[in-house]
């Protein structure tokens, strides 16, 4: 399995997810290869939990990353889990049009574009 893929389900192992028990990994490859990792953590007012997608893009942005490639999902799901719309809003606006890979714990996966992922995105084009 690719290192891509292989990060986002060791990221998984990271996960906080007490109370709904759905633990996903994220990792994230910026336009020098490296792989930024995020898990899900939860959070008992559930508002304020905060998915692996977003963890993985705000820890390389917090580290200075700007360009990034590709994306990776993973979940221990037989359909695969593909990002929530919050997430995909924020993997547009900072990754643009990037592959994404849905992957699960048994090594299936799915690749999509984002623009297939998030038609007609919302981003800064359209403030003028």
Request: glycine share 8%; with cysteine.
């Amino acid at each position: 399995m690719e290192p891509l893929l292989e990060a986002a389900i060791a990221a998984r192992e990271n996960a906080v997810a007490p109370f709904s028990k759905f633990r996903v990994g994220a990792a994230i490859e910026d336009e020098q290869g490296r792989i930024h990792t995020g898990c899900n953590v939860e959070n008992a007012s559930y508002g304020l939990t905060i998915c692996a997608e977003r963890v993985a893009v705000f820890k390389a942005l917090s580290e200075g990353v700007r360009k990034f490639q590709r994306v990776a999902v993973a979940a221990d799901t037989d359909d695969l889990t593909p990002p929530c719309g919050a997430c995909r809003q924020i993997l547009w606006e900072f990754c643009g049009d990037c592959e994404v890979t849905l992957v699960n714990l048994q090594g299936k996966t799915e690749m999509f574009r984002m623009s297939q992922l998030l038609p007609r995105a919302f981003d800064a084009s359209i403030l003028g």
